[in-house]
T-cell receptor, first 114, second 114 residues
Framework: DAEITQSPRHKITETGRQVTLACHQT?????MFWYRQDLGHGLRLIHY???????NKGEVSDGYSVSRSNTEDLPLTLESAASSQTSVYFC?????????????FGPGTRLTVL | AQSVTQLDSQVPVFEEAPVELRCNYS??????LFWYVQYPNQGLQLLLK??????LVKGINGFEAEFNKSQTSFHLRKPSVHISDTAEYFC????????????FGTGTQLKVEL
């Protein structure tokens, strides 16, 4: 079955370290998204991609970067982790760019920055 | 820009009782509306969505929602809840002409008790 996976599921790191969170989907979807989930804020969009070599900033992109070298993967990099980036991170994908297209979510990665 | 308000952060309800989870949105453009559910330690999954047509939308697991344009609301309802409905519920909107990005509310934790 097609799916979307995230790794690692849990990560503890130290302030200032570079961290990369992986997202892999097997639906051959063009669009991929990264969100962070924080209490009292719901989910907020970090970055998104509408295809290979395409990346765009979302609402809370400072301190994060993404690159899209193939259809299946959109890794999220924290260049220098900060305690404010402690959160649960969700990756999502959708088939097309129409606003009607459903986004499918991965299981999430819980990141703790000490 | 759009915003979504979920005024109730927590809703406790007894099993087999009806429930309504409230969602109001603000937008200067036309939007599509979505409800997602997040079970403990899982990613989000789509419950239902309003794109056009009938303002009453039926989703999975017996949930339904009604779009009210004049009140800019999209409340979620279920006539009789089950213990397994305990989860967090997120309302979201997307701009009908702005691609596939979602703006989420802060979520409502539904706790079903015996």
């Amino acid at each position: 079955d097609a799916e979307i996976t995230q790794s690692p599921r849990h990560k503890i790191t130290e302030t200032g370290r570079q961290v990369t969170l992986a997202c892999h989907q097997t639906w051959n979807h063009n669009n991929m998204f990264w969100y962070r989930q924080d209490l009292g804020h719901g989910l907020r969009l970090i970055h998104y991609s509408y295809g290979v070599q395409d990346t765009n900033k979302g609402e809370v992109s400072d301190g994060y970067s993404v690159s899209r070298s193939n259809t299946e993967d959109l890794p999220l990099t924290l260049e220098s982790a900060a305690s404010s980036q402690t959160s649960v991170y969700f990756c999502a994908s959708s088939k097309g760019t129409s606003a009607t297209d459903t986004q499918y979510f991965g299981p999430g990665t819980r990141l703790t920055v000490l | 820009a759009q915003s979504v308000t979920q005024l109730d952060s927590q809703v406790p309800v007894f099993e087999e009782a009806p429930v309504e989870l409230r969602c109001n949105y603000s937008s200067s453009v036309s939007v599509y509306l979505f409800w997602y559910v997040q079970y403990p330690n899982q990613g989000l999954q789509l419950l239902l969505k309003y794109l056009s047509g009938s303002t009453l939308v039926k989703g999975i697991n017996g949930f339904e929602a009604e779009f009210n344009k004049s009140q800019t609301s999209f409340h979620l309802r279920k006539p009789s809840v089950h213990i397994s409905d305990t989860a967090e519920y997120f309302c979201a909107v997307s701009d009908t002409g702005g691609g596939n990005k979602l703006t989420f509310g802060t979520g409502t934790q539904l706790k079903v008790e015996l």
